[in-house]
């Protein structure tokens, strides 16, 4: 599984970026969780207000943290 979790580095981004690592953890399953930070490939997905959550190339949350259970429901 392909995560990336899009923002610039403000903190609700590495909030975001740490609640993924640990649904992750939890659900014990193999993902790759990569930080981009880069303007130009977070406006490739469409996407304006960050955080988001990218699950293998699909757009699943943007413009919030949401909370590890809703995370490990989404993956």
Known sequence: MDIKVLGTGCAKCKSLEEVTRKAVEEKG???NVEKVED???I???GVMTTPALVIDG???VKGRVPSVEEIKDLL
């Open 29 to 31: 399953i193999d993902a």
């Open 58 to 60: 699909k757009v699943a």
């Open 39 to 41: 303007l130009i490939q």
């Open 43 to 45: 406006m490739t997905y």
